[in-house]
């Protein structure tokens, strides 16, 4: 009977935890903070919730079965509510738009050339072979630190993850080069404008100052990283069914989804070479757009639109050709798109229950009383917890900073510290929770299952986790920002 057991498909768990947090809003009191708007240096206008201002609210309900009603019908609705919330919908859009110019650079060859040229340097070359998981990593992490790059990676996942099958690794390792390496930047942060800017700014910090042991942080968070998945990668090298996805990964090797790149490396054509600057040129307008112009998910998304475009142009493959090959691409995304929106889905029934609130104060009260060791490590695991509900960093920063920056004062915490804690806490599980759209979008479109990526993830997440504990320690015993 063992052996017909079937894993949950992801989509059925998301929606399965849709359900139980509709459950929640029956068990937890309804509660909510007054808003009110800030003006956030670097930031704009944020709302942020009024410190002290929590009561607990009665829902208008005529009865229990005008509340199950309800309850059923905003359970259904949260996929379609998912899809057309402001903060998730310009990310829906985005990943089939990209996809689709990602799929146009696909039809010119460029990219398959080029992977095959890697493979074959990476066999005939050690340095080559060992250099380049923690190269790409780092490079992706330095983007998650300075920019906050984040669901920029979700395309490049159609890149590593058919690289990595040909360098005799798996999915996952696949996946964990762009999305764990930005992750791990995105956490240990040194100028990421969406959580240390903002926080910083709430909580009435310098502006991206204590850059110097965000640094320290970032370099040994980012070899962490780097660690465990060379470790994971090495070990699925020596031994292939040691891989959490073997049967997935045996399936896509059978279905042509790898390289095989025997020989001498083959040529580049012209035009493919052209392809290639004209993408390297794309990459390097968006970065100098994020971080010059604040370009965010529109910007960037209407950026590979008119790459898309390009591309198809230099590559030969015409109008039509190129407009086949995007809607190709784009409908190859439509399962990472309906995915992303079912995890917003868990959110809006929060909202809807008005717990979030009432989950937050509960945290936020039981800080009062402890010692500024055990206060900063408290707020750590506070903002972990408040992270599967409210996985936007910046969102996250403006519900909670302005209730622990205050509190931080009363504990003996300095507010650098306190921000610190938001940061990790925010940071660390972005790259395991099921409710982070970027996870879900990058799994889904590499064909992972969440629970074996949660499964493997979760002695990172624990080594992770242990380091805050540290790094916390260090910096309340430094007295750091005081």
């Known amino acids: 009977m063992l052996s017909k057991f079937k894993a949950p498909d992801t989509t059925l768990i998301i929606f399965s935890i849709i359900i139980l947090a509709a459950v929640l809003t029956w068990i937890v009191p309804a509660g909510e903070y007054a808003k009110a708007e800030m003006e956030v240096e670097g930031a704009g206008m944020r709302e942020v919730v009024v410190p002290g ?19 059923v019908a905003i359970v259904l609705q949260a996929p379609i509510l998912g899809f057309i919330d402001p903060d998730a919908a310009p990310i829906i859009a985005f990943v ?83 999305f764990l390496g930005s992750a791990a930047g995105f956490a240990g942060a040194f100028l990421n ?6 926080a910083q700014g709430i909580a ?15 370099v040994i968070v980012t ?34 989804l790898h390289l095989d790149a025997e020989g001498e490396p083959p040529s580049l054509t012209g035009r493919q070479q052209s392809v290639l600057w004209v993408f390297a040129l794309g ?29 198809g142009a230099v590559g030969g493959l015409g109008g039509n050709g190129t407009a086949r090959a995007f809607m190709v691409g ?35 009260s039981g800080l009062e009383g402890t010692g500024s060791t055990v206060a900063a490590m408290a707020m750590f695991g506070s903002q972990t917890v408040i992270n599967f509900f409210v996985p936007s960093g910046s969102g996250q920063a403006a519900l909670t900073m302005p209730l622990m920056a205050p509190l931080s004062d009363l504990v003996g915490v300095t507010r650098q510290t306190a921000v610190l804690a938001f940061q990790m806490g925010d940071g660390f599980t972005n790259m395991i929770i099921p409710t982070s759209a970027v996870l879900m979008g990058a799994l889904t479109l590499a064909d992972v299952p969440w629970q074996k990526w949660a499964r493997w993830m979760l002695p990172l997440q624990l080594a992770l986790f242990a380091l805050g504990l540290a790094a916390l320690a260090v910096a309340v015993s430094i007295g750091w920002g005081s």
Do not use: C, N
């Open 204 to 218: 009435a910090v310098p502006l991206f100052s204590g850059v110097g042991f965000r640094v320290v942080l970032w």
């Open 330 to 364: 784009a409908k190859d995304l439509v399962a990472t798109a309906v995915i992303i929106g079912l995890a917003r889905g868990i959110l809006i029934v929060m909202q809807d229950g008005q717990v979030i609130d009432t989950i937050l104060h509960a945290l936020a």
């Open 96 to 178: 089939i738009l990209v996809g689709g110019a990602f799929a146009v650079l696909t039809e010119t060859g460029a990219v398959e050339a080029s992977l095959r040229r890697l493979v074959v340097a990476s066999r005939q070359s050690r340095a080559v072979e060992v250099g380049m998981i923690p190269i790409f990593m780092a490079v992706f992490s330095l983007g998650g630190a300075v920019f906050g790059m984040a669901e920029e990676t979700i395309p490049f996942i159609l890149i590593f993850v058919p690289l990595a099958l040909a360098l005799g690794y798996d999915s996952i390792t696949g996946v964990a080069i762009p």
């Open 53 to 71: 201002s929590f009561q607990t609210v009665e829902r208008d309900f005529d009865g229990p079965l005008e509340r199950i009603v309800h309850t």
């Open 283 to 311: 990459i390097a307008a968006l970065v100098y757009g994020v971080l010059q112009y604040g370009w965010y998910i529109t910007e960037i998304a209407a950026l590979f639109v008119a790459l898309g475009i390009v591309m």
């Open 223 to 256: 070899v962490v990283v780097i660690a465990f998945v060379m470790w994971h990668a090495a070990r699925v090298r020596r031994d292939p069914t040691r891989s959490p996805t073997f049967e997935l990964d045996e399936r896509k090797r059978h279905d042509g």
């Open 193 to 198: 404008p969406f959580t240390v800017g903002v």
